[in-house]
């Protein structure tokens, strides 16, 4: 008998017809307050050894329907080792055709990133007695939200800000962010060690937890994308906001990076701060040199595709970066990552997925020290 399951850390999906192996009818299931839909992760058991035709028959609503272009599922047997699977989009309908080799097979638009795994690795970086976990304050629905601090906190120490998963489905940015603090608590790494003579790290992993646990795609418990929140958050809409804001407010932010994942591109690439009113020659030299060291960190990088930018005075300034590089006068950046696979260095079997994350994370650094000191 077959069966499909989401309750679990977010999981998400809806089973219309489970009856037939060849045409099993899914849904994609919205955010829990809003209309984003389009991540899933669900679990089908009682199938092994038969081919499973898997339809989401609304996909042609997802918040981004050109992210199913060229893209492949994710499926894992054990929720460690996660590889792509033959999908296809035709007629607004997203199939996933796959033959599991054992009874129990799960399913994900992307390899996800649970909420254990997060406690594990705030855990772990307080275990290398680098790094201070800070709390500040609450989500909607009552989880922490965390600061990692990593560095001798004087004020001679460039401030450099970097928070992950605004927007929980993009679980690649927790990823991304396990690397980096990998290779930056490691005692004999001697670009870690550079920097943290020079710098103090702030670092919130998840941005999130509350939209992380429920399987959203884009918004927090309260329905709030917080990437749009930044001019005006509020305790009650965006607590995970307000008190991140808060905090930068007291410490100054030299260098911030916010770190996501997009539907659409097959790329990795930035967006940088060229709409806001603050916009000026230093931070366009910064951008430069920034983005030089990374295409020489990483393969990966790429600057060739990326996001229109903002004319002069243009920006959105409720996003992250823009209204951070335009209040604090610096270097800010979003990176994104890809859902589907990374076109410039290809990998059929993997796509893009957590382990290329991670070790984007960790070249990170050797850009970081490329400009740390000259971002003042």
């Not at 937890?209 to 929140?229: F, I, K, Q």
């Not at 992250?320 to 270097?331: K, Q």
């Amino acid at each position: 008998m077959m069966k499909i399951s989401t309750q679990f850390d977010a999981g998400s999906a809806v089973v219309k017809d489970l009856s037939n192996p060849a045409d099993i009818r899914l849904a994609l299931r919205p955010d829990n307050a809003s209309e984003f839909a389009q991540w899933f992760y669900f679990r089908l058991q009682g199938a092994a050894y038969q081919n499973c035709v898997m339809h989401f028959e609304n996909a042609a609503d997802a918040a981004y329907p050109l992210g199913w272009e060229d893209y492949q599922a994710c499926a894992s047997y054990d929720r460690q080792n996660w590889f792509r699977v033959p999908t296809s989009y035709e007629n607004g309908v997203l199939t996933i055709n796959h033959t599991p080799l054992s009874n129990s097979v799960y399913y994900a638009y992307f390899e996800p990133y649970s909420h254990e795994q997060h406690l594990n690795l705030l855990g772990d970086a307080q275990g290398s007695g680098l790094c201070r976990i800070d709390d500040l304050g609450s989500t909607v629905q009552g989880r922490d939200i965390n600061l990692l601090t990593i560095g001798n906190q004087v004020e001679s120490d460039m401030k450099v800000w970097i928070i992950a998963r605004q927007h929980p489905g993009e679980t690649m940015a927790e990823w991304f962010v396990e690397g980096l603090l990998g290779r930056l608590l490691d005692p004999q790494d001697p670009t870690a060690r550079m920097l943290l003579d020079r710098a103090t790290f702030y670092i919130v992993p998840n941005m999130n937890p509350d939209g992380s646990v429920l399987g959203n795609l884009r918004t927090n418990a309260a329905g709030a994308n917080l990437n749009r929140e930044w001019e005006n958050p509020t305790l009650e809409r965006s607590p995970e906001v307000f008190t991140v804001r808060e905090k930068m407010m007291e410490t100054g932010v030299d260098l911030f990076l916010d770190i996501h994942g997009d539907e659409g591109l097959p790329f990795v690439f930035v967006a940088g701060t060229e709409g806001v009113p603050n916009y000026n020659e230093r931070i366009e030299a910064l951008e430069d040199q920034f983005k030089l060291a990374l295409l020489n960190a990483s393969p990966d990088f790429q600057d060739d595709y990326g996001y229109d930018k903002d004319a002069p005075g243009q920006a959105n300034m409720t996003l992250a970066t823009n209204w951070v590089g335009n209040h604090f006068n610096c270097l800010a950046y979003t990176l994104e990552m890809p859902f589907k696979d990374n076109a410039n260095l290809p990998d059929d079997d993997f796509g893009w997925n957590g382990q290329r994350s991670l070790r984007l994370g960790e070249a990170m650094l050797s850009a970081i020290l490329n400009v740390v000191g000259d971002l003042r």
